[in-house]
């Protein structure tokens, strides 16, 4: 079982519409989670952490928690073509939690493609 | 402007040669990491560092060495021991160690093999 797994898409959805990116992971100890958008021959960036159960909003952006199920979930409204990119969840494990350091495990990412 | 840099974008290995990607940063982070990412695949961490002068491997360190002579540079070697170097080299870096604090990331270097 791979440690952080991810639909690899394409996730197609029109523009307008609210696009559900989900995430699944291993450790049930890890306690940090991360959104990276990547746009294809660029570098991850951060859109959106979250640490406790439950949602966080960040303008178009909800990151969702919920440890028991170990799953998290990003929600983007009004997705625009612009949003088209692959999403990267990374999740902090616990080992790399007891060592201090921050050792991300990322998943394979998904694609979302948003038409106009 | 505080950043990451790497560099070369695009670099080519020849067969048994050793090749070196540069990451530097002028944010003063301690702490500083390599990722390899290869299409359909997660970031992989190769090399990670936290102070100057040390360093640990990470998952896939296998044919690749790093130094940490600077805190503002982390420089990661891909030997000829590296049978499958092609791939997109990601640096970053962290502020400090806490598991909350995120990663920035530099560019990137794509290296392919002649």
């Known amino acids: 079982q791979k440690e952080v797994e991810q639909n690899s898409g394409p996730l197609s959805v029109p523009e307008g519409a609210i696009a559900s990116l989900n995430c699944t992971y291993s450790?049930?100890?890890?306690?940090?989670f991360f959104w990276y958008r990547q746009y294809s021959g660029k570098s991850p960036e951060l859109i959106m952490s979250i640490y406790s159960n439950g949602d966080k909003e960040d303008g178009r952006f909800t990151a969702q928690l919920n440890k028991a199920s170990q799953y998290v979930s990003l929600l983007i409204r009004d997705s625009q073509p612009s949003d088209s990119a692959t999403y990267l969840c990374?999740?902090?494990?616990?080992?790399?939690?007891?060592?201090?350091?921050?050792?991300?495990?990322f998943g394979t990412g998904t694609r979302l493609l948003v038409s106009p | 402007d505080g950043g990451i840099t790497q560099s070369p974008k695009y670099l080519f290995r020849k067969e048994g040669q050793n090749v070196t990607l540069s990451c530097e940063q002028n944010?003063?982070?301690?702490?500083m990491y390599w990722y390899r990412q290869d299409p359909g695949q997660g970031l992989r961490l190769i090399y990670y560092?936290?102070?100057?002068?040390?360093?640990q491997k990470g998952d896939i360190a296998e044919g690749y060495s790093v130094s940490r002579e600077k805190k503002e540079s982390f420089p990661l070697t891909v030997t000829s021991a590296q049978k499958n170097p092609t791939a997109f080299y990601l640096c970053?870096?962290?502020?400090?160690?806490?598991?909350?604090?995120?990663?920035?990331f530099g560019s990137g270097t794509q290296l392919s093999v002649l």
């Open positions: 450790d049930r100890g890890s306690q940090s």
């Open positions: 560092s936290q102070i100057v002068n040390d360093f």
């Open positions: 944010l003063n982070h301690d702490a």
């Open positions: 990374a999740v902090n494990p616990e080992t790399s939690m007891n060592t201090g350091f921050q050792k991300l495990v």
């Open positions: 970053a870096s962290s502020a400090d160690r806490t598991a909350n604090e995120k990663l920035f």
